[in-house]
């Protein structure tokens, strides 16, 4: 099947960091662009960090110099550094146009990864 998996959520303190990964199946055999969303409580989702297939990267200014994105083929990450209580939200791997042998779908979702910055 077609899905992404995130991992890395946790409980961190703030000025603390995280990192956070999303894989995506072995169905998969390209994805143009990948990107970490979010969501923190009482708002909308929103774009944190983006990187094309071609290592082009696009960050939130909200996390610009803490935040860093990476990639490796269909696996992207995240690192989270100097985390502050307002990162606090679901994190959603994203990826758009995502190419198995048979299918193109326009964009997959996976299912959040929740991370907590609090003391």
């Known amino acids: 099947q077609v899905q992404l998996v995130e991992s890395g959520g946790d409980l961190v303190q703030p000025g603390g960091s995280l990192r956070l990964s999303c894989a995506a199946s072995?169905?998969?055999?390209?994805?143009?662009?990948m990107g970490w969303y979010r969501q923190a409580p009482g708002k909308q989702r929103e774009l944190v960090a983006s990187?094309?297939?071609?290592?082009m990267t696009s960050y939130a200014d909200s996390v610009k110099g803490r935040f860093t994105i990476s990639r490796d083929s269909n696996t992207v990450f995240l690192q989270m550094n100097s985390l502050k209580p307002e990162d606090t939200a679901v994190y959603y791997c994203?990826?758009?146009?995502?190419?198995?042998?048979?299918?193109?779908?326009?964009?997959?979702w996976g299912q959040g990864t929740l991370v907590t910055v609090s003391s």
């Open positions: 994203n990826a758009d146009q995502v190419f198995t042998p048979t299918y193109r779908y326009l964009e997959v």
């Open positions: 072995r169905s998969i055999v390209r994805i143009n662009t």
């Open positions: 990187i094309t297939s071609g290592g």
